[in-house]
């Protein structure tokens, strides 16, 4: 019989015997004087018939072994254990259904459209500017106020440009006076021109008669040949001189002409010059110009302006178009033309496109729209409105609802709604043409397909999340 002992005797409170032979660790104790030693170490003792028990040194062997495999065993499960936990994917979070828009996938026409903001804005806006410098004094009609093109919206004043006015009025009539007085002398010389002309051309008209005269007389020989020939040198002289008057009244008439042109061109110089301060002078009083609403009057009194400043600015409020900005990346399609529509919150306009802005600033692209229909009430310059260009129809397209910061011709992850609607699980989509509220789905869903369209970044670290 054989067992562990610590401190215990084989049976009760029964003492070893001196003829019982006991073991422990190795150790072989006979008596009980050996035992009470063994014991006072705290070992653990194997007892036995002195007679019977064999000291087996193999089995502490087999036991380290035991232990061994077993410690080998636990290990390998211990790690079999953590790597199963690390290859764990992350509980799906729970999301609210109620948090986030879910659409399905649909086939059938689309229709492209692209928004944009902007204001009313008048076809036609005049700026009234500053025709001289000058000070305001008095501020006649304020802004919101209907206007005729002759109302003087504000008055200015500027002694100089008073003082210039008559400056150039007196040096307009000085020239004129000069022209007056040159002409008149011109022609003075023109008629003792003239009338020496005139004398000349009657010694000529007498010279010729005489040598007629003579001629005769010579065939007749009543006077000598000499005679005839002095008569006749003397009429040809006369007749020169005539043709030489005569040249001189045309080149006289040409000089008259030529410096009558110049005094003329002075005289207009200077009226030019009268008109323009006189019109700076009567622009000190400030006029619309135009029939409409006087929408700004962008100074004060008191305030000094220099020439070319604006003053005010007048528009006619019943021809009104919008100007929006669309996205740079959404106005590649818009062409002039195209039907468009302008929502005032008062009321939908229909419009089209009548120009497109070349350059892009800001990030956005100008669009003109016209307006086609009647205004509806409350539409006034400046008005915030919105506005959407219709870039084209398709007729069979699958499309769906737009995601948030989705855009055209992209690849995005979105969350498809499984069977049942407790999950929904992320899936590549390709993306085709995009819209103002929808966009065309290329890859990755197929009609009927429930998608999560809301922003889902705060869940761009799982695959997989729980709908609740």
């Known amino acids: 019989m054989r067992g562990p002992l610590l401190g215990l005797c084989r049976s009760g409170n029964e ?8 073991r422990t660790d190795g150790h072989i104790f006979s008596g009980s004087n050996e035992l009470q030693q063994g014991l006072t170490h705290g070992t653990v003792l194997e007892y036995g018939d002195s007679e019977m028990d064999i000291a087996r040194p193999s089995q502490a062997r087999q036991k380290r072994i035991r232990r061994i495999v077993y410690g080998g065993a636990g290990l390998a499960a211990l790690l079999l254990i953590t790597l199963g936990l690390a290859r764990l994917k992350p509980a799906a979070p729970k999301v609210d259904r109620a948090t986030v828009v879910i659409e399905a996938v649909k086939r059938g026409p689309m229709l492209r459209q692209v928004h944009g903001i902007g204001t009313l804005v008048p076809e036609e806006i005049r700026w009234i500017p500053a025709a001289t410098e000058g000070r305001v004094e008095r501020i006649v009609v304020l802004p919101g106020t ?3 093109s002759d109302t003087v919206i504000l008055e200015l004043s500027n002694p100089e440009a008073e003082l210039q006015a008559l400056e150039a009025e007196s040096q307009l009539r000085a020239a004129e006076a000069q ?16 009338a020496a002309a005139a004398r000349v051309q009657a010694d000529y008209h007498q ?3 005489r040598a007629d005269a003579d001629k005769q007389l010579a065939k007749e020989g009543i006077i000598a040949d000499i005679t005839l020939q002095i008569s006749t040198v003397a009429a040809d002289e006369l007749a020169n001189r005539h043709r030489l008057e005569q040249q001189r009244l045309s080149i006289n008439d040409e000089s008259v002409k030529a410096q009558l042109a110049v005094q003329e061109a002075q005289v207009e110089q200077r009226r030019a010059l009268a008109r323009l301060r006189r019109s700076q002078f009567q622009a000190l009083r400030v006029r619309a110009g135009m029939d409409g609403v006087l929408q700004q009057v962008p100074v004060e009194v008191g305030a000094r302006v220099s020439p070319g ?8 409020p019943g021809k009104l178009k919008a ?7 959404q106005a590649r399609d818009i062409q002039p033309g195209q039907s468009a ?12 496109v009548i120009r497109v802005d070349p350059a892009v600033q800001n990030g956005t692209v100008t669009v003109d729209l016209g307006l086609d229909g009647a205004l509806p009430k409350g539409a006034r310059p400046d008005l915030s409105v919105d506005g959407t260009v219709e870039l084209e129809r398709l007729d069979d397209v699958l499309y769906m609802g737009r995601p948030a910061q989705a855009q055209a011709d992209g690849l995005v992850g979105l969350f498809k709604v499984a069977e ?12 085709g043409r995009s819209s103002v509220s929808v966009i065309e789905v290329v890859e990755g869903l197929k009609q009927g397909d429930q998608v999560v369209l809301s922003d889902t970044s705060a869940w761009d670290a799982y695959d997989r999340i729980r709908l609740n």
Do not use: C, F, M
């Open 146 to 148: 209907a206007v005729k």
């Open 179 to 194: 022209y007056v007085e040159l002409k008149v002398r011109l022609e003075s010389q023109r008629l003792d021109q003239e």
């Open 341 to 352: 529509s302008v929502d005032t919150r008062n009321g939908v306009i229909q419009a089209h």
């Open 207 to 209: 010279a010729r008669l």
């Open 420 to 431: 049942g609607g407790g999950e929904a699980t992320r899936v590549k989509v390709k993306l």
């Open 15 to 22: 003492h070893p015997s001196s003829a019982e032979t006991w």
């Open 323 to 329: 100007v929006v900005k669309v996205a740079e990346t």
């Open 309 to 316: 400043a604006n003053l005010a600015r007048v528009a006619q």
